[in-house]
C-alpha cells in the first residue's frame, strides 16, 4: 500500500507568512497527487491536482510542486480564510485511493 | 452547479447495517465515478469505494466483503450498505464525484456529510 506522510502536523502562522506542507509518498507516486483544503464542520474543498494543477477558482496564492516520493503545498500569503486542515490524497494506485493524516494551520 | 447531499439515519446499532443515501442535483450522475469517504470525529479521511453510473464498483479491502454500494441513475442517487457495524465506524460519511478522464479518484465536488453513530 502507499504510505503519505503529511508534515508538519500541525502549524501556527500569521496573516501574511509563507506556508509550505510537505507530503511525502512511499513508493512513489509520479505526479498523482492531491491537496484538500477542510474547515471544521465542512466537506473538504479540492485545491490542486496533478500535484501542482490549480483547481478552478481557487485562489492563486495556493500553489503545488513536486513528483514522485516528495510533494508541497504553499500558501504564499497566508489569509485569515486560510486557516484550516489541509489533506493530500494520492489517486496513483486507483482505485484505491489514500489519504495523508493532514496538517493543521492555525493562526499564531 | 452540481449538489449532492447524503441522508439517512444518524444512529445505528452496533451489529446492524449503516444505510446512507446520496442524491444529486444541477448535474447527471452520468460519466463520472462517484465515491463514499468517511471521516472518524477529529480524524483523517478514509475512502470507502465507488461506483460508476453503470454499477461499476472499487472498494477498499479494508471494508472487506462488509460494503456495497449501488446507483440508481432514474433518480440520481447513490447509495452505501456497511454491514456489522461497530463503534469504529462512527463517522462523518461524505459522497462525492471524482473527476473524470486521467485524474478520476480526484474529487471536485461533495456533499456537506451526514454523522452516523453506531451505538446501543
Known amino acids: 500500500d502507499i504510505q503519505l506522510t503529511q508534515s508538519p502536523s500541525f502549524l501556527s502562522a500569521s496573516v501574511g507568512d509563507r506556508v509550505t506542507i510537505t507530503c511525502r509518498a512511499s513508493p512513489g507516486i509520479a505526479s498523482y497527487l492531491a491537496w484538500y483544503q477542510q474547515k471544521p464542520g465542512k466537506a473538504p474543498n479540492l485545491l490542486i491536482y496533478a500535484a501542482s494543477t490549480l483547481q478552478s477558482g481557487v485562489p492563486s496564492r495556493f500553489s503545488g510542486s513536486g513528483s514522485a516520493t516528495e510533494f508541497t503545498l504553499t500558501i504564499s500569503s497566508l489569509q485569515p480564510e486560510d486557516f484550516a486542515t489541509y489533506y493530500c490524497?494520492?489517486?496513483?494506485?486507483?482505485?484505491?485511493?489514500?489519504f495523508g493524516g493532514g496538517t493543521k494551520v492555525e493562526i499564531q | 452547479q452540481v449538489q449532492l447531499q447524503e441522508s439517512g439515519p444518524g444512529l445505528v446499532k452496533p451489529s446492524e447495517t449503516l444505510s446512507l443515501t446520496c442524491t444529486v442535483s444541477g448535474g447527471s450522475i452520468g460519466s463520472n465515478f462517484w465515491s463514499w469517504i468517511r471521516q472518524p470525529p477529529g480524524r483523517g479521511l478514509e475512502w470507502i469505494g465507488n461506483i460508476f453510473y453503470n454499477g461499476y464498483t472499487n472498494y477498499n479491502p479494508s471494508f472487506k466483503s462488509r460494503v456495497a454500494i449501488s446507483v440508481d441513475t432514474y433518480t440520481d442517487q447513490l447509495s452505501l450498505n456497511l454491514g456489522s457495524v461497530t463503534a469504529a465506524d462512527t463517522a462523518v460519511y461524505y459522497c462525492?464525484?471524482?473527476?473524470?478522464?486521467?485524474?478520476?479518484?480526484?474529487?471536485?465536488?461533495w456533499g456537506q456529510g451526514i454523522l452516523v453513530t453506531v451505538s446501543s
Open positions: 490524497q494520492q489517486l496513483n494506485s486507483y482505485p484505491l485511493l489514500t
Open positions: 462525492a464525484r471524482e473527476l473524470t478522464g486521467y485524474y478520476e479518484g480526484v474529487f471536485d465536488y
